[in-house]
């Protein structure tokens, strides 16, 4: 009797392991990231303006520039934050092509340049070079900043943690790019000038400007 009750209780157990492994399975089925032809749908969206015009409730951290986050930004952190992308991408270099393309040494790069992956059209007629800005625009949103883009990853709403991926992104190449300069508020005084330093020792401007 005792063994008897115990094998239904073990058979219940198994039962429902069996349950939600098969759960597991088809959820994993139902919900696999996969590329239609033809997307469906597009979001055209301007592509500066989609932070600030759009969503209508960017948090006060998105008003930072990239380059401000950047200047604080963790490579470290961002290699622990790509994990998110690893189910696509290889970050190592030389390593392979993935569901989306390899991603050593992506900054700087022309976009949708690299060997053996076949990129979307929508990315081949994007055209420049990855430049922080525009990862950083495009990790936010993919479909926005690339209306037609293959890349179904949803975005990443957080500017530090974009930051700490473009930190990391840049750190892994061959010639990590020089951080964007924080545009601040100083317009560059001496730089511009309207008149050529010909006048030499003389204090032009300042006499001037008195009224
Ligand atoms: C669901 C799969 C998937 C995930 C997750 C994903 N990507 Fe992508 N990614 C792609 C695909 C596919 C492309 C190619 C897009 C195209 O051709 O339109 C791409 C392209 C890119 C490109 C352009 C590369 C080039 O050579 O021009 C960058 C940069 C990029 N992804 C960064 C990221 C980052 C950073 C993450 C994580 C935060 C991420 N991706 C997550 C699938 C993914």
Same mark, same amino acid.
């Given at each position: ?14 039962? &429902?392991?069996?349950?939600?492994? &098969?759960? /597991? ?8 990231? $996969?590329?239609? +032809? ?34 604080? +930004?963790?490579?470290? *952190? ?23 393309? /390899? ?7 022309? *976009?949708?340049? $690299? ?24 990790? &936010? ?12 990853? +949803?975005?990443? #709403? ?39 330093? #010909? ?13």
């Amino acid at each position: 009797m005792d063994s008897f009750e115990l094998n239904k209780i073990l058979g219940a157990l198994l039962f &429902t392991c069996l349950l939600t492994l &098969t759960l /597991n399975i088809t959820a994993g089925a139902v919900f696999a990231p $996969h590329q239609p +032809a033809k997307p469906g749908f597009e979001i055209a969206v301007p592509e500066s303006d989609a932070a600030a015009a759009g969503g209508g409730a960017a948090p006060a951290e998105e008003k930072k520039s990239v380059a401000e986050l950047l200047a604080s +930004a963790d490579p470290k *952190k961002g290699e622990a934050a790509v994990k998110k992308c690893a189910s696509c991408h290889n970050f190592a270099k030389g390593g392979p092509n993935g569901i989306g393309p /390899n991603l050593y040494g992506v900054v700087g790069r022309a *976009k949708g340049s $690299h060997a053996g992956f076949n990129y979307s059209d929508a990315m081949k007629a994007k055209g420049g070079n990855w430049t922080f800005e525009d990862i950083d625009h495009f990790i &936010t949103n993919p479909k926005a900043f690339i209306p037609g883009t293959k890349m179904t990853y +949803a975005g990443d #709403a957080k500017g530090t943690d974009r930051a700490n991926i473009l930190a990391y992104l840049n750190q892994n190449s061959d010639s990590p790019q020089p951080l964007p300069k924080v545009a601040e508020s100083k317009p560059a005084e001496g730089a511009g000038g309207d008149k050529p330093a #010909a006048g030499g020792d003389k204090p032009a401007a300042a006499p001037e400007k008195k009224q």
